[in-house]
């Protein structure tokens, strides 16, 4: 069994929380919320033409993810991850690993013509522990290393007193039978989705639910690393410095520009977090694949967001395919919602500003050939095999 880079880098971050090392996923499990939408929309679409790729489509993107070997996680639904990891035996000689989405609460129910994601979270899980271990029922012993052993687990908190202590109940239910299992997981907190009373600031609303909820739980039932909101520098670096052995991941949300994911993932990075999990992110990308090659030299300090989103377009452009955006465009920082159904967040995407502005040449002031020029020039070699 080839040695999985997540546990690599796991074991190196709970040793040294500044050691480095960053963890990448692509959750590719958006068929446990979107419906026939999920997989994304066909590169032959026109206009408005509500044309979507098949799921197998989506899960060749999955396969060929796997053989690109950059990323640490692929999330997959159940269904996904019965018929590629434990029928096709996908990951048995990857670094990467599989996990499935283990719960699918109301609030990522996104059905054209519902109403779930807008009405307060209630839990509910249609895969069970077994089915993701080993692809039935009642796994035997020697069963559960066949499919995933890691799953993602999903909570909201809505500031309800009932409804968030229901939500408590469920995930403890989930986590005492994951122990006896031996199921790892890793623990997503989405920021309220329909919320019973203000709160001043919902970076600390959530970091107080993490922290308080996780006080009970000893290191057996733990959580191996977090997934939530990037919400900013300062309730980042709380987190990170009340409890270093946090493994703070960040959720990508709506696809928005290729800037705004390159720049979260580095910003999120210097402030703390040592995670990131990108779906539509990821997914909506021109090529995913030199997309997520551009995310993994970013969090190996190769190259900057700005110099990243310009190598991108010079990867597009050597393979013919047309971008969503002008690069003019696609170095905006545009508003996001971080969330599956679309609503506001208070999940921050940095700009440009600050000493890491001034150390480079003003981008702003350049041409778009000015800009490729110099990028060609700063960042030879990057994407030239496509």
Avoid: W
């Avoid at 050691?19 to 419906?35: L, N, Q, R, Y």
């Avoid at 489509?57 to 997959?76: N, P, T």
């Amino acid at each position: 069994m080839v040695e999985k880079t997540l546990d690599r880098k796991l074991a190196r971050i709970k040793a040294d929380p500044h050691c480095g090392d960053f963890i990448i996923a692509d959750a590719k499990d958006a068929d446990m919320a979107f419906g026939i939408a999920a997989p994304g929309k066909s590169p032959e679409y026109h206009g408005q033409e509500a044309r979507f790729r098949s799921l197998e489509a989506y899960r060749q993107a999955i396969r060929e993810v796997v053989a690109q070997g950059l990323v640490d996680i692929v999330l997959m639904s159940a269904h996904t991850n019965a018929i590629l990891t434990i029928d096709e035996g996908l990951f048995d000689n990857s670094p990467i690993t599989p996990a499935a989405r283990a719960n699918d609460t109301t609030d990522i129910h996104v059905i054209r013509g519902g109403v779930y994601p807008g009405v307060p979270s209630a839990p509910f899980q249609s895969a069970t522990i077994d089915h993701i271990q080993c692809g039935h029922i009642d796994c035997a012993a020697d069963e559960r290393s066949i499919g995933a052993n890691l799953g993602l687990y999903s909570v909201t908190f809505n500031n309800d007193p009932e409804r968030d202590r229901i939500t408590l109940e469920a995930y403890k239910a989930f986590r005492i039978e994951a122990e006896r299992k031996g199921f790892r997981h890793f623990l997503e907190v989405f920021d309220p989705n329909a919320r019973q009373a203000p709160i001043e600031a919902l970076g600390a609303f959530v970091n107080d639910h993490i922290v308080r909820m996780l006080a009970g739980v000893p290191e057996a039932g733990r959580p191996l690393f977090l997934k939530m909101a990037y919400h900013g520098p300062k309730f980042t670096e709380e987190l990170a410095h009340y409890d270093p052995t946090l493994v703070i991941g960040i959720l990508g949300g709506s696809a928005g520009t290729t800037y705004d994911a390159f720049k979260l993932i580095a910003e999120a990075r210097k402030h703390g977090a040592r995670a990131a999990l990108f779906g539509r992110k990821i997914n909506n990308a021109e090529h995913q694949l030199a997309f997520i090659e551009m995310l993994h030299r970013i969090v190996r300090d190769e190259i900057s967001p700005e110099e990243a989103v310009c190598a991108y377009h010079g990867v597009l452009g050597k393979l013919g395919i047309e971008p969503h955006r002008s690069l003019d465009d696609d170095l905006k920082r545009t508003d996001q919602a971080m969330s599956y159904g679309g609503r506001r967040s208070s999940a921050v995407v940095p700009g440009l500003k600050g000493q890491a502005a001034a150390a480079r040449p003003d981008l702003a002031s350049m041409s778009s050939t000015e800009r490729l020029a110099y990028f060609r020039q700063r960042l030879r070699g990057i994407g030239s095999d496509g």
